[in-house]
């Protein structure tokens, strides 16, 4: 089986926007395009999906290679790719969102800033590190890696829940000139900045109804951090089938008003890429890759894939493609199931596949 018309496409992409070497860009070109018809994690699934008459085992060791290769990494490979990505995005405000999930239960988490785009979120750093909640530090510190990346002078809302919703995490942001909109925690102490009587943020008046805003507050007992605009809504909160939370509870440096919470929802994003990543797409946390390192590459293989998914699926909706693969009167793909499926139409059957990387607004 050979896969000329998509590999050469894929192949310019890499050329055009990662700077490594032609035989370097040509075995990761041959990972992605294995990764996409696979549509699992699973090495042997994967090798399953190389085009070279080889043994089965002989293709899995050739992936465990390439996946332990130094050049491997986010920095040579994934950053000038969503770098360039990221200068060609013209819209008015870049949505951030940063978030954590489980790659293997009670083990290993994947920490990520990502690009809110179109009910997505694009991965554009991240690192794995192990099962628990982060310390402002180590989300500055990623943060830090996102703002190298983005270009410069660009409007940046960064959105948050409550692990994220620190006073020293909102304070960075306020230094870096982004606005936020970063869950608070009940228990949280808030007080006008005109008045000195505090109270808790579970005391404000909230009905199924109704939500509650407060301007121009300062939050929490041992910083008193300020001003911030507050606001909280009914919405029940489950994890694992249990109900946890009726009420949601943010903070935010943007003024308030009934747009608000619209502006907020583009957080759940996030959401949808991990589930891409996981239980609706590649089956993640079933690779049984033990090793850190091949695991990194993977995610990262992934990544890119998925990046470049979404371009296409984009692309596919601006050029009026969208009916050859969701016909169906009202869309029900998501722009990465669109893109994914037209990618694996065009290598079975070597069909036109187009030399884009670049968001459409």
């Known amino acids: 089986m050979q896969y000329d018309t998509t590999e050469n496409s894929l192949q310019a992409v890499f050329q055009r926007l990662i700077p490594l070497s032609p035989a370097q860009l040509s075995r990761l070109r041959t990972l992605a395009i294995a990764v ?27 992936i465990q290679r390439l996946l332990d290769a130094p050049f491997m990494t986010q920095t040579y490979v994934y950053e000038p790719y969503i770098q360039s990505i990221l200068h060609t995005y013209n819209a008015p405000q870049l949505h951030l969102t940063m978030d954590r999930t489980d790659i293997r239960h009670h083990d290993l988490d994947l920490l990520s800033v990502n690009l809110s785009f179109r009910g997505r979120a694009l991965p554009i750093v991240w690192e794995l590190r192990a099962t628990g909640m982060t310390s402002a530090e180590t989300q500055k510190q990623l943060l830090s890696r996102c703002q190298r990346l983005i270009p410069a002078g660009r409007p940046v809302i960064f959105h948050g829940d409550n692990e994220f919703g620190s006073v020293a995490l909102m304070r960075w942001l ?18 006008s900045m005109t008045q000195q009587v505090p109270y808790q943020l579970d005391e404000l008046p909230v009905t199924p109804t109704r939500a509650a805003y407060r301007s121009r507050v300062a939050l929490t007992k ?21 109900r946890k939370q009726d009420v949601r509870y943010y903070s935010t440096s943007l003024p308030l008003a009934p747009s608000i919470r619209r502006v907020g929802k583009r957080r759940w994003g996030v959401e949808c890429f991990y589930k891409d990543l996981k239980s609706a797409g590649w089956q993640l946390p079933f690779s049984q890759i033990q090793a850190p390192q091949r695991l990194e590459s993977l995610i990262l293989t992934l990544n890119l894939v998925y990046t470049w998914a979404i371009c296409v699926g984009r692309w596919l909706c ?11 009167p ?21 069909g036109f596949v187009p030399d884009i990387s670049i968001l459409y607004s």
Not at 174 to 191: E, P, S
Not at 330 to 343: E, N, T, Y
């Open 222 to 242: 041992a910083h008193w951090f300020g001003p911030v605009n507050v606001f909280a809504f009914y919405q029940p909160v489950y994890h694992r089938n249990r």
């Open 36 to 62: 996409m018809l696979a549509g699992e994690t699973h090495l042997t699934k994967i090798a399953r999906q190389i085009p070279t008459p080889t043994q089965q085992d002989t293709r899995k060791r050739w």
């Open 318 to 328: 601006k050029t009026s493609r969208r009916s050859i693969v969701d016909n169906k």
């Open 174 to 191: 306020r230094q870096q000139g982004w606005d936020f909109i970063v869950g608070q925690a009940a228990k949280n102490y808030a007080r």
């Open 330 to 350: 009202k869309r029900h793909l998501s722009l990465f199931r669109l893109g994914w499926d037209w990618l694996v139409h065009c290598i079975r059957c070597q």
